[in-house]
């Protein structure tokens, strides 16, 4: 049996840590963007 | 998973896989299909991240449209036996979250879908959002039977965002995909809700084999394979499209509506006896993917 306050916890973790990929990809999706529409070639 | 020792697990978190569960990925899927071929057969690609952002802005308005759907049908889908194991009426969410999950990531994806592409697709996407929601699940679902024939409009918007995400402008291909898919969508449903219409019935949704009738209702899934078929046909005849796809959208269009006969000329009236329209919905879906991908494969091999 799992107790509430674990699940909580763990439930805040698992989606913090889903959260902050997230935003590091699209942090890395809009500096791409930038790069493309701004035409910039490498 | 181990059990929890609570009673009420809406006051918990949502799980992430809940999230996911919200925003229907595998209704997604097809969006995703036919918005990506919408891209690929405009007459000029946008460099690959500026594309690829186009179809992560369509599947997440597809997600959010999913969202707001479960959001305000939760009491329905609770009466529903294919739809209640869902986050919401299962009680593993609240209504509230996914009411804040929904609009957020449907204002995101209009606003990502302006930034990276174009503002006139943007548009198209945030009216697309609107039509399903407000449209088709607010207004028209629960009042008419025609509810799938004028909502079908939302789900024929995928190809059309592809297209002007690519160009920036409409043209007379990506308007006849809005047909096919507006035109296909009746057929596909009513297959579908033959062989649940008592989950329907439960839930009190005036679907068309709910309030017409199955006979009636067969009919009208073989009148309405006519046009849908002209529609298939029309980017070939219109010289928009070469062989692959005059080829492709002949064959499977035929099929199509010899499928469609074969509900027609059905009398089963049991949802385990209804064999006719559990194949044709199946080859609907089949239908679809292997028509949007044989528009890309003419696009890119012959035209």
Aim: hydrophobic share 60%; charged share 10%; aromatic share 12%.
């Amino acid at each position: 049996m799992v107790k509430f306050e674990d699940e909580v916890v763990r439930r805040q973790r698992e989606r913090a840590r889903i959260t902050a990929w997230l935003l590091g990809a699209f942090v890395v999706l809009l500096f791409f963007i930038t790069i493309a529409k701004t035409g910039i070639n490498w | 998973m181990p059990s929890i020792e609570m009673t009420n697990p809406a006051a918990l978190p949502a799980d992430w896989r809940d999230i996911v569960a919200l925003t229907k990925p595998r209704v997604m899927s097809l969006v995703v299909f036919t918005g990506l071929c919408g891209m690929l057969a405009a007459p000029q690609l946008p460099p690959l991240v500026l594309g690829f952002t186009a179809i992560l802005c369509i599947a997440l308005a597809a997600g959010a449209c999913g969202a707001l759907n479960q959001w305000y049908e939760a009491d329905l889908d609770a009466k529903m036996r294919r739809t209640a194991k869902r986050p919401l009426p299962d009680g593993r969410m609240d209504r509230q979250s996914a009411l804040h999950f929904g609009v957020g990531l449907g204002a995101f994806s209009v606003l990502l879908m302006g930034l990276a592409t174009n503002w006139l697709a943007a548009v198209l996407l945030a009216v697309s959002i609107l039509f399903y929601v407000l449209v088709y699940t607010v207004w028209l679902k629960p009042r008419t039977p025609q509810n799938i024939v004028i909502g079908g409009a939302a789900g024929a918007f995928p190809p059309l965002i592809g297209w002007v995400a690519a160009t920036g402008h409409f043209a007379t291909l990506p308007l006849l995909l809005f047909a096919i898919i507006f035109l296909w969508t009746p057929p596909h449903f009513w297959a579908l809700s033959m062989f649940v219409r008592s989950d329907y019935a439960a839930a009190g949704i005036p679907m068309l084999p709910v309030v017409a009738g199955i006979q009636n209702t067969r009919k009208q899934i073989f009148f309405y394979s006519l046009p849908m078929a002209a529609a298939a046909a029309a980017p070939w005849a219109l010289g928009l499209t070469g062989p692959i796809y005059g080829a492709a959208a002949t064959g499977l269009s035929l099929a199509f509506v010899v499928l469609a006969a074969l509900v027609l000329a059905s009398s089963a009236a049991k949802p385990s006896e209804m064999r006719a329209e559990k194949r044709l919905f199946g080859f609907s879906v089949l239908y679809l993917f292997a028509l949007f991908a044989a528009l890309v494969a003419d696009r890119w091999l012959v035209w």
